[in-house]
């Protein structure tokens, strides 16, 4: 069975940094682009960054130049470094995977458990 697991959410002042993971485990065939949202109680969820299978990223506007997103593919593994957090970044984060199980080789999207960031005094 596949699964997206994050770590990385936690309380932080603003202008701190936090780094999020989210590593995909089981049976993958191949792993396309990954992503990461962000959701606020009551808005919509919120496209925050984008990887592809070669690296190539993309951010939301609001965090250019602050997230930096990453990938390391031999562990499956993805990493969003978050630099001068603003309360305005506040919200539960979820990791996003397009990938290929072995059990049809097909594309399908996975999601993480989605961890909360708290940006606060």
């Known amino acids: 069975q596949v699964q997206l697991v994050e770590a990385g959410g936690d309380l932080v002042q603003p202008g701190g940094s936090l780094r999020h993971s989210c590593s995909a485990s089981?049976?993958?065939?191949?792993?396309?682009?990954m992503s990461w949202y962000r959701q606020e109680p009551g808005k919509q969820r919120e496209l925050v960054a984008i990887i592809d299978s070669g690296g190539g990223t993309d951010y939301a506007d609001s965090v250019k130049g602050r997230f930096t997103f990453s990938r390391d593919n031999a562990k499956n593994t993805v990493y969003l470094q978050m630099n001068s957090l603003k309360p305005e970044d506040t919200a539960v984060y979820l990791c996003s995977a397009y990938l290929a199980p072995y059990s049809d080789y097909r594309s399908h999207e996975y999601w993480g458990q989605g961890t909360q960031v708290t940006v606060s005094l």
């Open positions: 089981g049976m993958i065939f191949r792993i396309n682009t």
